[in-house]
């Protein structure tokens, strides 16, 4: 196989023949390293070449290149494929986190548009994204080399190829890519791939890695997820393997563990990951939440916690890391959609200092709006703080309202509005709050 070279910043670890017994240490210290920027870990061994994505000290995401295709490894498997590869070249990665988020995209989502570059009018398609003012990552690649475009609200914003970058360069990023592509066409055709769903995902079984934990990392990622065992009258009803960074508990299907019962609320409960351990979270339910025989709003969760929600009650298990064999695992449960962004960045000066602004977190364009002023507007309006964009943006105005301590999200005029995959057209936010307006997410950060 031809190895792909993706775009970087720096090269943190140059090209090295890697013995698996020694990639604890070098994830280690590749970890601490992306607490400052993300890292992307290459390592190639015959026919397959894979991606390891690192952010704020977590890893994040795992691809494997087949040479014509990326497609997503949890992170269990990367570990225990590991063990197994045969002369693995390793090489570790600086990138930013634009980078880090279009390389996401093209490793994660299914393009728009797939074509060979001699087939269409570059110049016209980049007019009509203009026109569109689409947010959109274009890419372009043959078997050595990807190139990747960025365009934000239309406007192509950087190219990244290799270790430059229109940005960093001064260039027009529009023509950077033009002339690569061109140059490069001239021999062979490129495979163009165009990107407009730019929301992007964990891997499904992402867990945070506790502070000060001891063991290997792939012992970690190969042992047993935390388990949640639904109870009734203290008889065991099902259990579900907790492998993604939230699973929310209610009477609607679309949760991870559905109870249908009237005593439960459509979306009654979430248990999330929270740095280096878990929490359980009410989301405003009818009938409210127990831990341990005392109502929460939110709190922390320990092994062998017991939630209450109606006449059921939720075990909290957190399975011992030693001894756990890849064959030993259960089935994981995939969750499609977090209900987050990435895990937070471990600071030691934590509690120290003023409490920060609260802000929207848009996933699907990894950008931030500070809340800073008494009332946030999101619409199509021009005169919006925060624009809905395209054609098909629903025609809702959706304002956040300082309220003492308190942020109120109220939504008016035609279109739905969902908190936590609930309709609805008010409610106090609370922190990592998912909103969800047409197509658009957003994420209540504190």
Not at 153 to 182: I, N
Not at 289 to 298: E, W
Not at 364 to 373: G, N
Request: with cysteine; charged share 30%.
């Amino acid at each position: 196989m031809i190895r792909l070279q993706i775009p970087y910043r720096s090269v943190l670890l140059e090209p090295r023949e890697l013995d698996p017994a020694d990639f604890d240490a070098l994830c280690r210290e590749h970890l601490e390293a992306s607490r400052a920027a993300p890292v992307v870990i290459e390592i190639a061994s015959g026919d397959i070449q894979y991606l390891l994505f690192l952010n704020e000290g977590q890893l994040y995401w795992a691809g494997a290149h087949d040479g014509e295709r990326v497609r997503a490894v949890p992170l269990r498997e990367f570990f225990a494929r590991l063990r197994r590869l045969q002369f693995p070249q390793m090489v570790a990665y600086r990138i930013d986190l634009a980078l880090f988020h279009a390389l996401l995209v093209w490793g994660q989502k299914k393009p728009d548009l797939k074509v060979a570059s001699t087939l269409v009018d570059i110049d016209e398609l980049l007019d009509r994204m203009g026109t569109d003012s689409a947010n959109a990552v274009l890419t372009a690649r043959d078997r050595a080399e990807l190139i990747v475009l960025r365009c934000q609200g239309g406007t192509p914003a950087v190219c990244h190829r290799g270790r430059r970058d229109s940005a960093r360069d001064g260039h027009d990023a529009r023509e950077d890519f033009l002339v690569a592509v061109y140059t490069i066409s001239a021999k062979h055709p490129l495979e163009l791939n165009l990107f407009t769903d730019l929301s992007v995902t964990h891997a499904e079984d992402v867990r945070s890695i506790p502070a000060g934990f001891a063991g290997s990392i792939a012992s970690f990622f190969l042992s047993q997820p935390p388990r949640l065992v639904v109870r009734l009258k203290g008889r065991p009803l099902k259990a579900y393997a907790f492998s993604g960074p939230e699973v929310t508990i209610g009477r609607l299907p679309d949760n991870d563990v559905v109870i249908d019962n009237l005593s439960v609320s459509r979306s009654h409960a979430a248990v999330a990951s929270c740095g280096d351990g878990y929490v359980v979270r009410d989301l405003a339910s009818k009938n409210g939440t127990m831990l341990n025989g005392a109502p929460v709003t939110s709190a922390r969760l320990a092994d062998g916690d017991v939630i209450s929600i109606g006449k059921y009650d939720i075990l909290f298990q957190i399975p011992t890391l030693e001894g756990a064999a890849p064959g030993e695992l259960d089935q994981t449960i995939i969750v499609p959609q977090f209900h987050g962004s990435t895990p937070p960045r471990p600071d030691a000066s934590r509690g120290a200092g003023p409490r920060p602004e609260p802000r929207l977190f848009r996933k699907s364009a990894m950008d931030e709006f500070p809340l800073e002023k008494e009332r946030t507007v999101i619409g199509r309006a021009k005169d919006a703080d925060i624009r809905l964009r395209g054609f098909f943006a629903p025609r809702v105005r959706v304002e956040i309202v300082r309220a003492g301590d308190d942020y109120v999200l109220r939504a008016r005029g035609s279109g739905r509005v969902r908190i936590n995959g609930e309709e609805t057209d008010e409610k106090a936010l609370e922190r990592e709050d998912l909103i969800t307006i047409g197509a658009e997410e957003f994420v209540f950060k504190e």
